[in-house]
């Protein structure tokens, strides 16, 4: 039985990334590598709900909407997300009013309300 592993805010990648950073450029890299394996041991780990040929293939996934570019893989929505969030928290947390007040007119610039 395989367990669930947490890709988001992996304790492993965050580390890894502090350590490369950091400049300890071969002990990051041997963790980024433990990373991966335990990921690819892990099973499936695709959050995306749509019946897609896809599923599970990121490689693939991230290809395909990059090359749209029309939007995200929903993988990385909650990181997206909680950006937008903390910054949306420099305007006092105003997006959502921003949001209402400026329904997606047709030829919007942003500045109507």
Not at 12 to 29: C, M, P
Not at 34 to 58: I, M, T
């Amino acid at each position: 039985m395989l367990c669930i592993m947490q890709i988001d805010n992996n304790e492993l990648a965050i580390r890894q990334n502090e350590l490369d950073r950091a400049g300890h450029k071969k002990e990051a890299y041997e963790m980024k590598m433990e990373f991966l394996r335990q990921v690819r041991e892990s099973g499936d780990h695709c959050p995306c709900k749509e019946a897609c040929p896809h599923h599970g293939n990121c490689f693939e996934c991230v290809t395909i909407h990059r090359g749209h570019r029309d939007h995200l893989p929903m993988c990385m929505w909650d990181m997206i997300n909680e950006r937008l969030h903390a910054l949306s928290l420099l305007t006092e947390g105003s997006l959502m009013e921003y949001e209402k007040k400026c329904a997606g007119c047709a030829g919007c610039t942003g500045d109507c309300g």
